[in-house]
């Protein structure tokens, strides 16, 4: 799970360009983005991407939805948001990858390493920095879209069914878009709203 690949074939572009293109693509094609963009034994830039993604979140949180924001103050929250780009976003990612990778076992026989998961689920995070704004059903349709890009990323890179991913990638989805980026809480207000709960 922490091995790194100094000159890897295929994977992303580094830098900020090549964060800026693998959101786009991955937003607007995720299956050719999952096919081309992934390759084994190099999580880096994943794992970059998930923490921009993660650091995003937290900044716009911090601005637009203060009340949601665990601290106050500039000097706490800049060390919230560092926080989180340097322990809290890392350590979530590589324990929901490890958890994936154990239902993985359970229901898939042959499939690809830690280290394609690893970046399957930083990807899919793509959508979730808008899912800081106070708007429930933004946040719903942001969470909802990370967990559909994470079946879409597991059952291409596990060369897996869209069922059998959708099975295995329940639990990390529900804890990472569910709990992690609001999901759920969004999702009780829509439907208190609508009456059906």
Known sequence: ??????????????????IARAWLEVVTR???????????????????FAVVMAVG????????????????GPIRAGVTI?????LIAPAILHLLA??????????VR?????????????????????????VPGLRAACCLYGAALLVIGLATIHDTTR?????????????LFGYGFGGVGA????LRAWYII
Do not use: K
């Open 1 to 18: 799970m922490t091995t790194w690949v100094e000159n890897p074939s295929g994977g992303r572009d580094r830098g900020p360009r090549g």
């Open 30 to 48: 995720p299956r050719r983005f999952f096919d081309n963009g992934v390759a084994a034994g190099d999580q880096a830039p994943g794992l970059v």
């Open 57 to 72: 979140y937290a900044v716009l949180l911090a601005v637009v939805d203060p009340g949601r924001f665990p601290v106050s």
């Open 82 to 86: 560092l926080l989180v780009g340097v």
């Open 98 to 107: 490890a958890l994936q990778t154990i239902a993985l076992m359970i229901v």
């Open 110 to 134: 042959d499939r690809a390493g830690v280290s394609e998961t690893v970046q399957v689920l930083g990807y899919a995070t793509a959508p979730c920095p808008l899912a800081a704004v106070p």
């Open 163 to 175: 069922w059998r991913a959708s099975l295995t990638g329940t639990l990390p989805a529900t804890l």
């Open 187 to 190: 999702l009780t207000t829509l």
